[in-house]
């Protein structure tokens, strides 16, 4: 079973009297816009975006919402930015953090958009809402005065579930310092029902500098936040959130999920949301969080791949399984091949497990019907857009033996957009290729038996009036036999005299592509 179809089971059983009231079904995930945001976060979109869109498609009413988190104070600097420049903002809610960058309203919103945008473009559509809106609003007012007046419950809490030993005299919020705006600095000493007490201070946290001042102020309206695992539990019911998961690493035993949960019942008196844990995404093995710098983001991704392939990748493997994706190998040519493989199955009528992920790969529009295409391999465009002696449109609809449709041509200007864009920034040396115009010095260290076998290849060639691909592909195959060399040294020949190198495609079809000549002198090694 398509994994999202199994969490959609479980959502529409335990939610069956929400279904029934014809009320809407809330699917809820956040992004802390602290950075550039890294591809990893496209798993947990993926999640919540696909289950909702599952929900959706069985008839059901819907509502995905989308936060970014602007209300959490900035914890760290991202590696490329000027810490110079930010480190007087750490501890400050980055919605009040000036942009990095012009025509962003702060911090949080040049992130925030970016990712949006990125979601956007994948057909991860979502109700959008910012955190900070969610506590001016008022709607966690209630939520924080039952925190404050039950923090006894909150310490237990945070003791019995996860260890975590809280100070007789802490609160379980943060409230902002009226005079600088730290958010972290900040330690509340005193709750009188409708203000709280604070004092500002370097002392309260190692990374964020109080400015001294004592002072009192309400703690709603957005005057104040809740820490993190507080936060995702007020969020559960200030949204009346029914499926909402997170990363892996926050489902331990002890961990956020247990201790939100925990929170949400006997601190709120709320029901927590059914929620699954997402795994990793792993980019060349190496597991992407948001403080480091170093790692594919969103953004590049949404550019290396079109979106339906994208979809493919982040949904083929179940959610709670590690996803591992090596730009540099052979793993997008591979991921279009899939994407082919799962669309022949599909257009023959195949109705399975696989027609689902074919299906909920293209966005909700691209479905009825998803266009019926000749879908060239990936890498063989990918070996094309390197031959300038070659028009991609034609070899293909050489390939295809019919005329090309417009979406034909459309899926070729695809393709090759994306193949020019992996060689040029990821592909490995064995991908790229060059047409040798001259006779390569690598030629002079082939064996005599390999010359051999190029000299009759070049008789048989002349002795035929048609060197299309299939005539090509049965001469080479006949002199390879009586060759008496192995496919590895007779191929390997050719490849070197043409390319230049030990490898390359398949060769019937890429001679059929030379001229006749060309060919022929080459063969002989005459030029
Ligand atoms: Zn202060």
Same mark, same amino acid.
């Given at each position: 079973?398509?994994?999202?179809?199994?969490?959609?089971?479980?959502?529409?059983?335990?939610?069956?009297?929400? *279904?029934?009231?014809?009320?809407?079904? *809330?699917?809820?995930?956040?992004?802390?816009?602290?950075?550039?945001?890294?591809?990893? !976060?496209?798993?947990?979109?993926?999640?919540?975006?696909?289950?909702?869109? /599952?929900?959706?498609?069985?008839?059901? $009413?819907?509502?995905?919402?989308?936060? *970014?988190?602007?209300?959490?104070? #900035?914890?760290?600097?991202?590696?490329?930015?000027?810490?110079?420049?930010?480190?007087?903002? #750490?501890?400050?809610?980055?919605?009040?953090?000036?942009?990095?960058?012009?025509?962003?309203?702060?911090?949080?919103?040049?992130?925030?958009?970016?990712?949006?945008?990125?979601?956007?473009?994948?057909?991860?559509?979502?109700?959008?809402?910012?955190?900070?809106?969610?506590?001016?609003?008022? /709607?966690?007012?209630?939520?924080?005065?039952?925190?404050?007046?039950?923090?006894?419950?909150?310490?237990?809490?945070?003791?019995?579930?996860?260890?975590?030993?809280?100070?007789?005299?802490?609160?379980?919020?943060?409230?902002?310092?009226?005079?600088?705006?730290?958010?972290?600095?900040?330690?509340?000493?005193?709750?009188?029902?409708?203000?709280?007490?604070?004092?500002?201070?370097?002392?309260?946290?190692?990374?964020?500098?109080?400015?001294?001042?004592?002072?009192?102020? !309400?703690?709603?309206?957005?005057?104040?936040?809740?820490?993190?695992? $507080?936060?995702?539990?007020?969020?559960? /019911?200030?949204?009346?959130?029914?499926?909402?998961?997170?990363?892996?690493?926050?489902?331990?035993?002890?961990?956020? +999920?247990?201790?939100?949960?925990?929170?949400?019942?006997?601190?709120?008196?709320?029901?927590?949301?059914?929620?699954?844990?997402?795994?990793?995404?792993?980019?060349?093995?190496?597991?992407?969080? !948001?403080?480091?710098?170093?790692?594919?983001?969103?953004?590049?991704?949404?550019?290396?791949?079109?979106?339906?392939?994208? +979809?493919?990748?982040?949904?083929? !493997?179940?959610?709670?399984?590690?996803?591992?994706?090596?730009?540099?190998?052979?793993?997008?040519?591979?991921?279009?091949?899939?994407?082919?493989?799962?669309?022949?199955?599909?257009?023959?009528?195949?109705?399975?497990?696989?027609?689902?992920?074919?299906?909920?790969?293209?966005?909700?529009?691209?479905?009825?019907?998803?266009?019926?295409?000749?879908?060239? +391999?990936?890498?063989?465009?990918?070996?094309?857009?390197?031959?300038?002696? #070659?028009?991609?449109?034609?070899?293909?609809?050489?390939?295809?033996?019919?005329?090309?449709?417009?979406?034909? +041509?459309?899926?070729?200007?695809?393709?090759?957009?994306?193949?020019?864009?992996?060689?040029?920034?990821?592909?490995d040396e064995k991908f790229i290729f060059t047409l040798q115009e001259q006779l390569p010095d690598a030629v002079a260290a082939l064996t005599e038996s390999q010359s051999d076998a190029l000299r009759l290849l070049a008789e048989k060639v002349e002795q035929v009036d048609s060197t299309d691909g299939q005539t090509l592909h049965e001469l080479i195959h006949a002199v390879r036999e009586t060759s008496g060399l192995s496919p590895k040294e007779f191929f390997g020949a050719m490849y070197i005299a043409f390319l230049g190198k030990d490898s390359g495609p398949k060769v019937g079809w890429f001679l059929s592509t030379l001229s006749r000549d060309f060919l022929l002198k080459r063969l002989r090694r005459e030029g």
């Amino acid at each position: 079973m398509f994994w999202a179809d199994t969490i959609a089971d479980e959502v529409e059983r335990r939610y069956a009297d929400t *279904i029934k009231a014809g009320l809407p079904i *809330i699917v809820r995930d956040e992004k802390t816009a602290s950075g550039r945001v890294h591809v990893g !976060s496209l798993r947990s979109a993926t999640l919540h975006a696909i289950v909702a869109d /599952v929900l959706r498609s069985r008839g059901h $009413l819907v509502e995905f919402h989308f936060e *970014i988190n602007d209300f959490d104070a #900035m914890d760290g600097i991202p590696s490329y930015l000027d810490a110079a420049v930010y480190e007087q903002y #750490m501890g400050v809610p980055l919605c009040n953090i000036p942009s990095p960058e012009p025509g962003f309203a702060n911090f949080a919103e040049l992130y925030g958009q970016e990712y949006v945008a990125v979601l956007k473009n994948i057909g991860f559509d979502a109700q959008i809402y910012r955190a900070s809106e969610l506590y001016r609003s008022g /709607v966690m007012n209630d939520l924080i005065r039952k925190a404050l007046d039950r923090r006894a419950t909150v310490r237990e809490i945070y003791l019995r579930v996860s260890g975590s030993q809280k100070s007789e005299d802490w609160y379980p919020l943060n409230v902002m310092c009226e005079q600088c705006g730290n958010l972290s600095a900040t330690r509340i000493t005193a709750w009188d029902n409708e203000l709280v007490t604070y004092t500002c201070s370097s002392d309260t946290i190692a990374w964020a500098k109080g400015c001294g001042h004592t002072g009192t102020v !309400s703690p709603f309206d957005g005057n104040a936040k809740f820490p993190w695992k $507080l936060d995702w539990a007020a969020k559960f /019911v200030a949204k009346g959130v029914c499926f909402e998961g997170g990363g892996k690493d926050h489902y331990t035993k002890g961990g956020a +999920r247990q201790v939100a949960e925990a929170i949400c019942r006997e601190v709120f008196d709320h029901e927590p949301p059914y929620g699954v844990f997402n795994e990793f995404f792993l980019v060349g093995g190496k597991k992407m969080s !948001s403080s480091k710098g170093n790692a594919a983001t969103a953004v590049e991704m949404a550019e290396i791949l079109p979106p339906h392939i994208l +979809r493919l990748l982040l949904l083929k !493997s179940p959610i709670n399984r590690q996803l591992d994706f090596d730009p540099d190998g052979d793993v997008i040519p591979v991921l279009f091949d899939t994407y082919d493989r799962l669309a022949e199955k599909y257009w023959s009528g195949v109705v399975d497990d696989d027609s689902q992920l074919f299906t909920f790969a293209h966005v909700p529009e691209e479905r009825t019907p998803i266009t019926k295409r000749y879908l060239p +391999r990936f890498s063989q465009i990918a070996f094309l857009v390197q031959m300038p002696h #070659m028009d991609v449109y034609t070899e293909v609809a050489v390939q295809k033996g019919d005329d090309l449709t417009d979406e034909d +041509r459309a899926e070729i200007a695809l393709r090759s957009h994306y193949a020019k864009r992996w060689l040029s920034e990821y592909a490995d040396e064995k991908f790229i290729f060059t047409l040798q115009e001259q006779l390569p010095d690598a030629v002079a260290a082939l064996t005599e038996s390999q010359s051999d076998a190029l000299r009759l290849l070049a008789e048989k060639v002349e002795q035929v009036d048609s060197t299309d691909g299939q005539t090509l592909h049965e001469l080479i195959h006949a002199v390879r036999e009586t060759s008496g060399l192995s496919p590895k040294e007779f191929f390997g020949a050719m490849y070197i005299a043409f390319l230049g190198k030990d490898s390359g495609p398949k060769v019937g079809w890429f001679l059929s592509t030379l001229s006749r000549d060309f060919l022929l002198k080459r063969l002989r090694r005459e030029g």
